[in-house]
């Protein structure tokens, strides 16, 4: 059998479905969709078909079929699931010229229907044709649905349209921890404005035209300045391009993001944001820390490190306290909490470039944490957590430890080796 593939302009035109279960409910759907006034018939509707005449285009009838609903109709789903009936539906399909579909029984009907993926405004239908492969016909369209949501298809218009603005988490560094809507916008994007802790790799992947923009701040050096971002990213947008702001972790979560958006949206430009895995929470993780648990702690604040803080009150919140930008005031955060009277016991954990190749812990409690720092400098960019959780990080457990003569234990020992006294610093890296 050559199939012969076609697409339909249904809009307006009448349409048959006959059958009241999930397979005429499906075909109705998508006819509606397609802009069909539909005409439902079953003697036994089930509920969900009663829920679809809530859709002005649609009729149901509820009785038998007879051969005459079929006059004047483009196109006829026999859909009833008894092959008898959907035989002699087709009959009468085939008598009056009209293409039937069966979407239970496929490879008896004159119409089949296809899988689709919609990459708008292109539709992509796939069929095996005669309807014998079903399953291999769906799982091609997985495999084009999936390529089209990882950005792996190059989907970039290449004629100028409306232009609009996308701030997109990237996540902490790990291209493969962008969400798949991030993928896609990198796809289509004409112009990427990059952050210095976004995942760079992917920018290598983009499209040779694509214009890459590096705002990179680093810690001491601020080349593009925040104003200027602001109006970089409406201007490509007003000339019609589409901007991907790529930012890492979470555009909300001390990134700027609600600035950015507010000047698109007084600009009139516009936005969206897509949110992203924040460092504050995925860093402590790759370094087998997570920021609750039961038992150690039940709730997490996070903060940056880079401006001075109510001491007194983080000392006595309880939880985990999460510093952002707090490698270079790692010393003045642990003076700050200890003046406040925090327990020195306290475990604190430095995890630099978490989820990059060079990731490294510096675990030790809180009142070592300064001279251990003195010797590991940790630097930027890195996740400072302080509470009874940072004694989980997997370099707590694991390295040999530097030993040392306080006799104090961390203030919770979530596992039994914390308990030796020895083990009271411990770096990794
Ligand atoms: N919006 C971002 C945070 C921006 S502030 C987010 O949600 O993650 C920048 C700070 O994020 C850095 O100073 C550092 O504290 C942290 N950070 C971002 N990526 C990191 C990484 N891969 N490893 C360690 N810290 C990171």
Redesign the pocket.
């Known amino acids: 059998m050559t199939a012969y593939p076609l697409m339909l302009d249904l809009t307006g035109r009448r349409v048959v479905v006959v059958g009241g279960g999930p397979a005429a409910v499906a075909a109705t759907l998508s006819m509606v969709a397609a802009g069909a006034h539909v005409v439902v018939l079953s003697p036994f509707p089930s509920e969900p078909v009663a829920e679809l005449e809530k859709d002005d285009s649609v009729t149901v009838l509820q009785r038998q079929w007879r051969s005459d609903d079929l006059a004047d109709v483009w196109l006829v789903h026999a859909a009833t699931g008894d092959g008898c009936i959907d035989d002699a539906v087709a009959a009468a399909a085939e008598s009056r010229r009209i293409f039937c579909v069966r979407p239970l029984h496929a490879t008896a009907a004159t119409a089949r229907t296809p899988d689709v993926v919609r990459a708008d405004p292109v539709v992509v239908a796939v069929s095996d044709g005669a309807g014998e492969h079903p399953r291999r016909q769906r799982i091609i369209r997985d495999a084009v649905a999936l390529a089209l949501d990882t950005g792996e298809l190059p989907l970039r218009r290449k004629r100028p349209g409306k232009g609009m603005v996308s701030l997109v988490?990237g996540g902490?560094?790990d291209p493969e921890l962008l969400t798949v809507r991030a993928r896609r916008l990198l796809a289509q994007a004409d112009v990427v404005v990059a952050d210095r802790?976004c995942p760079r790799a992917v920018l290598n992947e983009l499209e040779p035209d694509v214009l890459v923009v590096d705002v990179g701040k680093s810690p001491d050096c601020h080349p593009v300045p925040q104003e200027q971002i602001n109006r970089l990213l409406v201007a490509h947008a007003r000339a019609g391009r589409r901007v991907v702001r790529l930012?890492?972790?979470?555009?909300y979560?001390?990134?700027r993001g609600g600035e950015e958006l507010a000047f698109c949206r007084a600009a009139g430009v516009e936005v969206e944001v897509v949110p992203?895995v924040?460092?504050?929470f995925a860093?402590p993780a790759a370094a087998g820390i997570p920021v609750t648990h039961r038992g150690l702690s039940r709730q997490v604040t996070v903060l940056s490190g880079h401006e001075d803080a109510d001491w007194a009150a983080l000392a006595r919140i309880g939880g985990t306290l999460v510093f952002?930008?707090?490698?270079a005031t790692l010393p003045a955060i642990a003076s700050g909490l200890l003046a406040a009277g925090m327990d020195p016991a306290t475990p604190v954990a430095v995890?630099?470039?978490?989820?990059?190749p060079d990731q490294r812990t510096t675990a030790a409690p809180l009142g070592r944490i300064r001279h251990l720092a003195a010797s590991r400098l940790p630097r930027?960019?890195?996740?400072v957590v302080v509470g009874a959780v940072a004694a989980l990080a997997d370099e707590w457990l694991v390295s040999p430890g530097l030993p040392v003569r306080s006799a104090s234990a961390p203030a919770v020992a979530p596992r039994s080796s914390l308990q030796e006294p020895e083990v009271l610093a411990h770096v990794s890296g």
Request: glycine content about 26%; hydrophobic content about 45%.
């Open positions: 988490g902490p560094g802790l930012k890492g972790g979470d555009p979560v001390l990134g992203g924040t460092s504050a860093v952002l930008m707090g490698a995890v630099e470039r978490g989820w990059l930027a960019p890195a996740v």
